[in-house]
């Protein structure tokens, strides 16, 4: 059974970083490699795309995490990670990661960031 499983988010003070992780089982990886991105939701809005990975390795971000922000990933550990960066409040939300391939789309649980001081 395909499985996604997120985790590395957590409290953390404005301006400063976190790195969350997302492990999909090798049924989504292989043997297409998926579009990769993650969404985040805060409390009372909707969900939105943060970043995303094509299998051609192009990258895009929302422009409110451009320069702060990057999504990359680890083939070999069928990993996909996002680094954050001088952190604001606004980045308080719900991250979640979705694996996606033959139109099929496999979301995470959703891991919690709190930047709050």
């Known amino acids: 059974q395909a499985q996604v499983v997120e985790s590395g988010g957590g409290l953390v003070q404005p301006g400063g970083s976190l790195l969350l992780s997302c492990v999909a089982s090798?049924?989504?990886?292989?043997?297409?490699?998926?579009?990769m991105q993650w969404y985040r939701q805060a409390p009372g809005k909707q969900r939105d795309l943060v970043a995303g990975?094509?299998?051609?390795?192009?990258?895009t971000y929302a422009d409110s995490v451009k320069g702060r922000f990057t999504i990359s990933r680890d083939n070999a550990k069928n990993t996909v990670y996002l680094q954050m960066n001088s952190l604001k409040p606004d980045d308080t939300a719900v991250y979640y990661c979705?694996?996606?391939?033959?139109?099929?789309?496999?979301w995470g649980q959703g891991t919690q960031v709190t930047v709050s001081s």
């Open positions: 990975i094509a299998s051609d390795g192009i990258t």
């Open positions: 979705k694996f996606q391939r033959f139109g099929v789309s496999y």
């Open positions: 090798s049924s989504i990886f292989r043997p297409v490699m998926p579009l």
